[in-house]
């Protein structure tokens, strides 16, 4: 085999390897804490915090990793209603018409309005560098 073909081939499994644990890996547990649904796994704890009834703010805090806070969005508003559902396979975190669901194996996160999906994590959360990105920095895929 040419060595062209021989580190393509080391390149791309290298790059699947590095895909395959791009996630906030395995789902523990979970509580709701006023406005926010706090999901704990082996990474970390997942919080997604209700802002108002159209938004929600999501800290991935992995263990051992400094996070810094959230200056995106400015006005809380504290009288939210919301509701939870579980499945098996997923929690479902609602404010009016908002949904953010949580899928426990491996932990991602999409978000749903009106039952169509608006955004999705393609492969869950990433923490340092990952093959494909152009500036090496941590990034999640939404």
């Known amino acids: 085999m040419p060595d062209v073909k021989r580190i393509f081939l080391l390149g791309a499994a290298l790059f699947a390897a590095s895909a395959a644990v791009a996630d906030f890996g395995q789902y523990r547990s ?3 804490n006023g406005q926010s649904l706090l999901v704990s796994s082996d990474r970390g704890e997942l919080r997604i915090t209700a802002v ?3 938004a929600f703010e999501v800290h991935y805090l992995e263990t051992g990793v400094k ?3 959230s200056f995106a969005i400015g006005i809380r508003t504290t009288d939210i209603v919301t509701a939870l559902s579980e499945s098996d396979e997923t929690l479902a975190f609602m404010v009016d018409g908002l949904t953010a669901i949580v899928n426990k ?3 991602s996160v999409s978000f749903v309005r009106d039952g169509e999906v608006l955004v999705a994590e393609e492969s869950g959360y990433f923490a340092g560098r990952v093959a494909g990105s152009v500036s090496g920095r941590p990034r ?3």
Do not use: E, F, G
């Open 105 to 107: 194996s491996p932990v």
């Open 67 to 69: 996070q810094l806070p």
């Open 30 to 32: 979970h509580t709701v």
């Open 140 to 142: 999640t895929l939404l």
């Open 52 to 54: 108002d009834d159209a």
